[in-house]
């Protein structure tokens, strides 16, 4: 259902990241990739390296992370400069699933959409 892509990674960090996946991110996609309806799709998260990212001066340090996605034919690629949460996963899925919401109106549905599916399978 997916895999990961190392770059410039040493072995420990490779096999760190390998495990993480399938204990961590391979689940939480599946489960929203099933509830989202884009099973038909091959999802896969790639790690980079934080010196890959420039971010603008005036983004404050606890805000300096990169999560990103990009769909091509049907495999989607959730790209990471930190470890993934169900919440990255679940924002990212979500805008392949809403294509049309790309903008700060749909960016705002997207987070609000993220809360509200979170909190529903938390009850």
Do not use: C
């Not at 790639?46 to 001066?57: A, N, T």
Request: aromatic share 8%; glycine share 6%.
């Amino acid at each position: 259902m997916g895999e990961n892509h190392y770059y410039g990674k040493n072995t420990r960090q490779q096999a760190r990241e390998a495990v993480y996946y399938v204990l961590v991110y391979r689940p939480l996609i599946r489960y929203w990739t099933k509830k989202l309806g884009l099973t038909h799709l091959t999802v896969k998260t790639e790690p980079i390296s934080r010196d890959q990212v420039m971010f603008p001066k005036d983004i404050s340090k606890e805000d300096r992370y990169f999560v990103g996605v990009a769909i091509e034919g049907t495999t989607v690629t959730i790209t990471h400069d930190r470890d993934l949460t169900e919440e990255d996963i679940l924002h990212e899925l979500l805008h392949i699933a809403n294509p049309g919401k790309d903008d700060k109106e749909g960016e705002d549905w997207i987070n609000a959409e993220t809360t509200k599916l979170i909190k529903q399978k938390e009850q």
